[in-house]
T-cell receptor
Framework: GENVEQHPSTLSVQEGDSAVIKCTYS??????FPWYKQELGKRPQLIID?????GEKKDQRIAVTLNKTAKHFSLHITETQPEDSAVYFC???????????????FGSGTQLTVLP | DTGVSQDPRHKITKRGQNVTFRCDPI?????LYWYRQTLGQGPEFLTY????????KSRLLSDRFSAERPKGSFSTLEIQRTEQGDSAMYLC????????????FGPGTRLTVL
């Protein structure tokens, strides 16, 4: 089955700096990669996702890059703000023939702390 | 609130008791997923349904666990003869299926087995 590794486990940055979180996956058939943000005691919330036919996707201060050959993908947050502090999870999934995700395999999470 | 809802939010039980959790997905979402999350870890997939059909089950889902989605709407997850190792956050998610497959998570049910 799929295995997803995520680094670093903790990351502290100064407000305004950039943060980068990296994940690797093992199953070359995985072709959908979402990122979730989870604040303490709250539900995971999708912040961005990428499909394998795309190498990069950006949404305001957040971007994700995918290297299918190396089987790794990264989350980039620019101009970090204190409200970005949370645990971030990467995940990988294989899409079924209908285009729907079958299941998500999550990384172990990165605790991001943005220092004011 | 039109998001995924779960009930109860917290459950404390004694070892050996049975517990049942409920998940109400976003209206018209035909796919429903159950995950388990322990402290400091990412969610782990347990099972998922498309409409009322249970399409996949993880090896994590032992015989003591059973999930149903009888009418293709809400789902229940039952744990029989609970063990201390079952203590975790149980998360439910739903998606629309088709080309739109974003999974939206509920707030979870935190289970504590004493």
């Amino acid at each position: 089955g799929e295995n997803v590794e995520q680094h670093p486990s903790t990351l502290s940055v100064q407000e305004g700096d950039s943060a980068v979180i990296k994940c690797t996956y093992s199953d070359s058939a995985s072709n959908y990669f979402p990122w979730y943000k989870q604040e303490l005691g709250k539900r995971p919330q999708l912040i961005i996702d990428i499909r394998s036919n795309v190498g990069e996707k950006k949404d305001q201060r957040i971007a994700v890059t995918l290297n299918k050959t190396a089987k790794h993908f990264s989350l980039h947050i620019t101009e970090t703000q204190p409200e970005d502090s949370a645990v971030y999870f990467c995940a990988a999934s294989t899409l079924g023939s209908s285009g729907s995700a079958r299941q998500l395999t999550f990384g172990s999470g990165t605790q991001l702390t943005v220092l004011p | 609130d039109t998001g995924v809802s779960q009930d109860p939010r917290h459950k404390i039980t004694k070892r050996g008791q049975n517990v049942t959790f409920r998940c109400d997905p976003i209206s018209e979402h035909n796919r429903l997923y159950w995950y388990r999350q322990t402290l400091g870890q990412g969610p782990e997939f347990l099972t998922y349904f498309q409409n009322e059909a249970q399409l996949e089950k993880s090896r994590l889902l032992s015989d003591r666990f059973s999930a149903e989605r009888p009418k293709g709407s809400f789902s229940t997850l039952e744990i029989q003869r609970t063990e201390q190792g079952d203590s975790a956050m149980y998360l439910c998610a739903s998606s629309l299926g088709g080309l739109t497959d974003t999974q939206y998570f509920g707030p979870g049910t935190r289970l504590t087995v004493l």
